[in-house]
C-alpha cells in the first residue's frame, strides 16, 4: 500500500497511525546534485546522470550486477561527499535498511553499514546529509547516526527520547547549520543535536501540532518547517521557541523555499502562497495547482517551478503568482522537488514510464529517461 493511501485512508496521524506505517516505506524518488552529476535513488536503481544530456553515467546495481548486502529499493536522496556517494538500501519486506558507499566515479561498491553479519538498521525515509567530513541520517525508528563517509564507520549514533507516542520516527530530511544539526519528528518535534557527538542542544524539543515529515528549510538563524496541523512554524534555531505560524488549507509537508524576501510554500490541498518573513501572504491569492503539493517548490531567478501530485510541473511569476505555463507528466505523480542543474530544470516521476524528465527553464522538454 502506498503511503499516500494510508494517510488518505486513515486522515490523522495518531499514535496507531504512526505504528502502522512504521512498516510502510514513502514510494517517491530521492535526488541530489553534486558536482554537475544529478544522482537519482529512484527506487530500483541509483542513478548518475549528466543533468545537460541526460546519458546515465553508472546505475546501481549495475546491469547484470548483484548488489549484495545493498540489494532492495532505494528512494532516500543520496549523500555526496567527496569520493562517495552513500545510499541507503531498504529491505522491501522487513523495512530493514543497509547504509552503502558508492565510488563517486564509477559507482562500485566500497562499503555496507552495518555489515552484513550484524543487524541492519530501521527503516531510512530521510534523505542523507553532508557537512564535508561526516553522512547523516536518521531513521524511521528514532536512531540519528553519523558515519564517515570513506570507511561507513560510525563517529555516533543518537536514540531520541520518546514523547509518549512510541518511538521518535524520523521522515524528515535533517538539516545543518554551524554546530547544530535538526530533526524532524513524526511524533510533532524538532530536536537538535550537536553535530560532533549527537548530544540534544536546546532545553526542550519544538513541540508542533502535528507530524513534521518532509524537509525543513534554515534561512539564517530561522528554522522553517511544514506540519501536519496545516501550519508552517517559523522557530529559532538557536533557541528552539516559536517565532510565529501560517495557517494553511492542508497539511504542509515540506518546508519553503527561500527567494530573497519571499518565502514560497505549498500545502496538500493544492495551494501555493509567497509570503513575507513575518508569515504575511505577499500575493493577492494563491496560486491553485491541480493535485496537492507535497514537494517544496523550485525557485530559480523569478521564476517559481512547483510540482504537484497529479502529475504536473508549473512555472509561475514569483512577483505575483501568475501561471506561465504547465506540463504534463501523468500517469507519473510529482512527489519530489524539482531541482536546478546544469540549466535544466529536472524532476522525477514516481510511476509512469519515464525515471527522469529535464526541461529547459522555460518549460521546454530537454530530455527524459525511461524506465
Known amino acids: 500500500m502506498s503511503l499516500r493511501n494510508i494517510l488518505k485512508g486513515l486522515g490523522m496521524l495518531t499514535g496507531v497511525v504512526l505504528a502502522a506505517c512504521s512498516g510502510a516505506p514513502p514510494n517517491w524518488p530521492g535526488m541530489q546534485v553534486g558536482d554537475q552529476t544529478l544522482y537519482v535513488a529512484d527506487l530500483d536503481h541509483v542513478l548518475a546522470v549528466d543533468p545537460q544530456s541526460g546519458q546515465e553515467r553508472w546505475r546501481f546495481p549495475p546491469k547484470n550486477g548483484n548488489a549484495g548486502a545493498c540489494g532492495g529499493v532505494y528512494h532516500a536522496a543520496p549523500a555526496v561527499v567527496a569520493e562517495r556517494v ?18 563517486r566515479e564509477s559507482g562500485a561498491l566500497q562499503w555496507v553499514y552495518p555489515p552484513a553479519e550484524q543487524p541492519p538498521l530501521g ?4 534523505g542523507l546529509i553532508s557537512d564535508g567530513t561526516q553522512v547523516f541520517v536518521g531513521t524511521g525508528d528514532g536512531w540519528v547516526i553519523a558515519l564517515d563517509p570513506e570507511t561507513g564507520q560510525p563517529r555516533w549514533r543518537t536514540r531520541l527520547p520518546e514523547a509518549g507516542r512510541g518511538a521518535a520516527r524520523i521522515w524528515s530530511t535533517p538539516i545543518l547549520s554551524g554546530t547544530l ?18 548530544a540534544l542542544r536546546w532545553p526542550a524539543p519544538f513541540q508542533a501540532g502535528g507530524a513534521i515529515a518532509g524537509a525543513l528549510t534554515l534561512d539564517g ?16 534555531l538557536r533557541s528552539g521557541q516559536e517565532r510565529w505560524r501560517f495557517r494553511a488549507s492542508h497539511w504542509v509537508w515540506d518546508g519553503p523555499a527561500v527567494a530573497g524576501d519571499r518565502l514560497i510554500v505549498g500545502d496538500m490541498s493544492g495551494k501555493v502562497w509567497a509570503l513575507d ?17 507535497r514537494a517544496r517548490p523550485l525557485v530559480v531567478e523569478d521564476r517559481v517551478y512547483v510540482a504537484d501530485e497529479a502529475g504536473w510541473l508549473h512555472l509561475l511569476n514569483l512577483a505575483d503568482g501568475t501561471k506561465v505555463k504547465s506540463v504534463n507528466l501523468a500517469p507519473g505523480r510529482l512527489l519530489t522537488s524539482p531541482v536546478a542543474a546544469a540549466d535544466r530544470i ?10 527522469v524528465v529535464a526541461f ?3 518549460l521546454r522538454e530537454a530530455w527524459k529517461l525511461a524506465r
Do not use: K
Open 86 to 103: 552513500v545510499i541507503a538500501a531498504e529491505n522491501p519486506g522487513t523495512g530493514e535498511s543497509r547504509l552503502c558507499g558508492l565510488d
Open 123 to 126: 527503516p531510512i525515509f530521510a
Open 181 to 198: 544539526l535538526v530533526v524532524g519528528t513524526m511524533d510533532h518535534r524538532l530536536l537538535a543535536l550537536d553535530r560532533e557527538s549527537g
Open 221 to 236: 538563524e530561522i528554522l522553517y518547517a511544514g506540519a501536519f496541523d496545516d501550519h508552517l512554524y517559523a522557530v529559532d
Open 277 to 293: 518573513r513575518q508569515g504575511r501572504p505577499l500575493w493577492a491569492q494563491p496560486f491553485q495547482a491541480n493535485g496537492p503539493v
Open 346 to 355: 529536472v524532476v522525477a516521476p514516481t510511476g509512469g514510464p519515464f525515471r
Open 360 to 362: 529547459h527553464p522555460d
